[in-house]
């Protein structure tokens, strides 16, 4: 069952830091977002693979919005 990661609050994707195909480990950082001048890390919650990229980096996404899934 694939693993869906979305963001937790409204940001802008300051950098993607995986690419499709690309194996991940559980902690590993995703991508990074940034809002009110933080960067905030998105963590891999489970090992596995990048099957698909939603969002690209300077693109603004809303909270619960799909970011990556992994399978």
Same mark, same amino acid.
């Given at each position: 069952m694939p693993d869906e990661v979305?963001?937790?609050i409204v940001a802008s994707v300051w950098k993607v830091c995986v690419?499709?195909?690309e194996a991940v480990q559980a902690?590993?950082?995703?991508?990074?977002?940034?809002?009110?001048?933080?960067?905030i890390p998105v963590h891999a =919650?489970?090992?596995g693979t990048v099957?698909? !990229?939603? &969002?690209?980096?300077g =693109?603004?996404?809303t909270?619960?919005?799909? !970011?990556? &899934?992994?399978?």
């Open positions: 979305r963001a937790e690419q499709v195909g902690g590993d950082v995703l991508a990074i977002l940034e809002s009110m001048k933080m960067e =919650e489970t090992a099957r698909t !990229l939603s &969002v690209c980096e =693109e603004s996404v909270e619960g919005q799909l !970011l990556v &899934v992994l399978g």
